[in-house]
Structure formats: C-alpha cells, structure tokens
C-alpha cells in the first residue's frame, strides 16, 4: 500500500479493535455499524492562539483531540473533526496568530453540528472542549434542544475539569504523582499547558527557546485571592476569569504567554494526561453501560405538550 500524501488527514487511525476513530475517516456504511454498536461521540473545540514562541498556535485543539483519540481508542467512541478556532474573550484579540470567533456565531456553529451529529446517529454528544470557552458551549447545548429540537444526550466539558483536584496543588508543595510537582498555577501557555502539549505533541515544542525565554509572570487587574485563574480549579473564588475584563495580552503580554513555562515538564504532562483519560474512559464506561447504543434519557420539551400557543381553536374577529 502507498504512502498517503497526507500524513496528518489520510493516514488510518484506528481503536484497539481494529476500527476507526474518527468520524471523517468513515464510510455511510462504517458510521451506520458504528452508531449501532457505540452512539457516544467527541465534538472536539480548540482555538488558534498565541502560545508564545516556543509552542504551537494550534496548541488547545493539538491537546484536545489527542486525548479524545486516546480515550476513543480505548472505548470504541467516535472522534468527530474538532473545530480548531474558538470564541475568545477581549483580552486575547489582537494578538498575531490569534484567530477569534464571535461567541454567538460558535454558538450557532457548534449546536448545528449537534444537530447533525444526532442524525447522523449519535445520541450521546460530548463537547469536548480545550480551550478558554467554557462559558459559551452550554449556550450551545440549550440552543441544540430549544431551538433546534435535538433528541440526545448533551454533555459539555474541558480536559482540566477532569484534574482539578491536581491542578489545585501547584504550588502547595504536594506532588501530583511520585516526584512530579506543579509549581504554578495553571494559565494559558504556561508550565500547565507547555508541560500538556509537550507530552502529546513533543515534537511541536522548541525546547531550547522555551527555557531561554520562557519567563514573563503575571498581572493583574485584581488579585489572585479574587479572581480565578484558568480552569476555575478554585472554587472559593468570587469571580471566575472570564466574568472580569481582564488587562490585554496584545499590550501586556506580547510574546503571547503568560506565568512560567521554563517550568514545563513533558513528565508533568503525562501525569495530567494520562489521569484525565483514566477518568473519562471511566465515566464512558458508565454511560455506555446505563445507555446502551439507541437508548437515550429524556433530554428535550415536546412543544405540543405546552400551554404558550393554545388553545388551537379560535373564533372569528367580530364586526
């Protein structure tokens, strides 16, 4: 067999089974087998952005899809194509290399693609999402149902959502696993998200620019004490990251990363990494095993159930 011209879009990936991943890779034929014997896929959101100068653009997207992959390859679900540029708030625009997208318009984006994932026969739709949006893809999920009367399971989520508890010990002292420690907390491009891509993607990270240069720290509008860094791994906070506006990057921090990712780790990654998918394959298992292929729990409004639009009989204007 010939090599494909494309190493990144036409080489085969296949699960432990021997059959494929990802959504794009399949026939109408292969995705009607597989809706059949596994109807849980991952809708994977990134972003493009700014990482600084040592790590790549497409750096959520890279992180989110590889874990899905592993995940999938371990369960039998679907991987559907991720959608690789994401909503942003005002502090990240401007930014070279940043490529943001309007919430409502990812909004609508995103809850189509529910849409049509479910006809094509998914009922168990995981947004799988890496990148600071979190406060936007639940809208999509409403808008799915509400709007666009979507029968299936929607579950919204983030890589880090599934490690908070080790996210909460950088800088505690206390180790993530045997002789592994975060020493900061986790950001954007910092020692967190290098010492993630490092591990998934190794050969994406320039090694040598990241710890000559790989300092910048943190400003702040408002104390730490008050406001949550990313993930909103602290729940005593008053206030999450997105609900303050915050100093621009374009202005502040212009080599695009922020905090201390000289203190980046691939081994620090792998601890991350490899935890998140311990847990996700285990709740994949559960909802597998609770809702087999084709049955779905009652997640939407019937509209002629409602009482906003009756009675349907009507009489006549007078006169």
């Not at 954007?188 to 910048?216: F, M, N, Q, R």
Request: with cysteine.
């Amino acid at each position: 067999m010939s090599k494909p011209l494309s190493e990144r879009w036409g080489k085969l990936v296949l699960n432990k089974w021997g059959k494929k991943i990802y959504l794009d890779q399949m026939t109408m034929k292969e995705l009607e087998e597989r809706v059949k014997e596994n109807d849980i896929v991952f809708l994977p959101v990134g972003s493009t952005e700014a990482h600084g100068p040592f790590e790549p653009l497409g750096e959520d997207t890279i992180i989110g899809v590889s874990i899905a992959e592993r995940v999938c390859y371990e369960t039998g679900c679907t991987v559907a194509l991720p959608i690789a540029y994401g909503s942003h708030p005002s502090h990240h625009y401007g930014m070279r290399g940043t490529i943001p997208v309007r919430a409502t318009t990812l909004i609508e984006y995103v809850a189509d693609i529910i849409k049509w994932l479910s006809n094509a026969g998914f009922k168990k739709i995981i947004v799988w999402n890496s990148h600071g949006q979190e406060y936007v893809l639940p809208i999509a999920k409403d808008i799915a149902i509400i709007e666009k009367d979507v029968h299936a399971l929607i579950l919204v989520t983030s890589w880090w959502k599934w490690v908070q508890d080790l996210l909460r010990k950088a800088g505690t002292g206390e180790e993530i696993a045997p002789g592994v420690k975060l020493e900061t907390p986790f950001i954007h491009a910092d020692e967190v998200e290098a010492s993630v891509t490092w591990y998934v993607a190794p050969d994406l990270i320039d090694e040598e620019s990241l710890k000559k240069e790989g300092e910048w720290g943190v400003v702040r509008v408002i104390p730490g004490k008050w406001v949550n860094a990313a993930g909103n791994v602290f729940p005593d906070k008053p206030f999450n990251w997105y609900d303050v506006s915050h100093l621009p990057e374009f202005y502040y921090y212009k080599k695009g990363f922020v905090g201390w990712p000289k203190l980046a780790d691939p081994k620090k990654g792998e601890v991350l990494v490899n935890k998140v998918i311990e847990r996700v394959i285990e709740f994949v298992n559960w909802l597998k095993e609770n809702y087999p292929p084709g049955t779905v729990p009652r997640t939407w409004i019937d509209w002629e159930d409602l009482f906003y639009n009756k009675p349907k009989e009507y009489v006549e204007p007078k006169g």
